[in-house]
């Protein structure tokens, strides 16, 4: 899906300053915690995974998308999973009270405050088994397809058509283009080194280059 939550290129949008890490809060405000805590918790009932809640958050429109804090298109893609799952009622999340109790599968899994300490929110492995032969080798030379899917993809539009080398084959992962369909399917994913001048022409820095993590879906030979 071309949008504007891919900026990777893009002009315009001012300098980047990060905050050094040793000095910069985990969140910056109160809520921050409570959104992040949300998604995590509700993520608990299987409803929806990874892909789908990226996914979410890239359907908001590009005005509130770019105006919005990182967590408030948190919170905004979280309302909208909520809604389009059954959760909760349009009504009930512009009034913020809820019409009737949620169904009885949910409550039976909802976490007590008791239960959250003993709850580890470890990360996921998204690792899967195939039988599928890697089509690419560690110094073969290949092409990130120009493609542009409506759907969600993991494959940033700057790569589009542009040629690399593959540096390192991490074996099969969950292939989000399928994942946010309710797919669950392990596909080869790779590294690939593209030189900058080969991304941005003239204006590349030279001696540079950029390592991109695509799912061999995302690539072909190159000529």
Known sequence: MNSVHDLGGSEGFGPIHPEPEDIEPIFHN??????????RMLGLFGLWNIDMSRHARERLHPVDYLRNSYYENWLAGLETQLFESGLVTMEELLEGIAKGPAPKELRERALLPSDVKNTPLVRMS?????????????????????????????EPRYVRGHSGVVHEHYGAQVFPDLSVKGVDE??????????????????????????????????EKSI
């Open 126 to 154: 998204y690792f899967r088994d195939t039988d599928a032969i890697p089509k690419f080798n560690v110094g073969d030379a290949v092409r990130a397809i120009n493609q542009h899917p409506t759907s969600h993809t993991r």
């Open 186 to 219: 392990g596909h080869h994913l790779y590294s690939v080194r593209f030189e900058a001048s080969e991304l941005w022409g003239a204006d590349g820095a030279s001696n540079t280059a950029i390592y991109v993590d695509l799912w061999e879906d995302y690539l």
């Open 30 to 39: 109160w809520w921050e915690g409570r959104v992040y805590a949300l998604v």
